[in-house]
């Protein structure tokens, strides 16, 4: 796939939200499974108060074993996830500890299914 249709496949994904109550959910970060290491980071901008999160995976298979969420604070949320993710999937809704909490990153911890092109990791969140 090239550098142009991912982007613009980024972008339109980017713009939708997960289908169960999407007009809650919002468009907090993206990264793309690079599986250079096992281990990659979505920073999230802004100081929001959000109360839950759903991972959804797109272009390619994608085995989620584990989720840290950082907080504003300092504080983490060890969140064990240990499912295989196929295209336009999503991971359940994930209630964050305490009523609203600031996002500062989420570490995920995956591993690649098959195939050699890369999933890409979009991050909604709810308030």
């Known amino acids: 796939m090239t550098a142009r249709a991912l982007l613009s496949a980024l ?18 970060g993206t990264q793309q499974a690079n599986f250079k290491g096992d ?3 979505i920073k999230v901008r802004g100081h929001e ?3 839950a999160i759903r991972i959804c995976v797109e272009m390619a298979p994608l085995k989620m074993l584990d ?4 907080y504003g604070n300092g504080e983490r949320q060890d969140i ?9 999937s999503c991971t359940r ?3 964050l500890k305490g009523k609203r909490r600031d996002i500062d990153r989420i570490s995920m911890v995956y591993s690649r ?3 050699q ?4 990791v979009f991050v909604y969140a709810m308030r």
């Not at 339109?12 to 809650?24: F, I, R």
């Not at 064990?80 to 336009?88: D, I, L, T, Y």
């Not at 092109?117 to 890409?120: L, N, Q």
């Open 11 to 28: 972008a339109l994904l980017a713009a939708s939200a997960p289908t169960a109550g999407a007009a809650e959910w919002e468009f907090i």
């Open 39 to 41: 281990r990659d980071v």
């Open 49 to 51: 108060g959000h109360r």
């Open 67 to 70: 989720l840290d969420v950082v």
């Open 80 to 88: 064990q996830v240990r499912s295989q993710f196929e295209p336009g």
């Open 93 to 95: 809704v994930i209630d």
């Open 113 to 115: 299914v098959r195939g």
């Open 117 to 120: 092109d890369p999933a890409v």
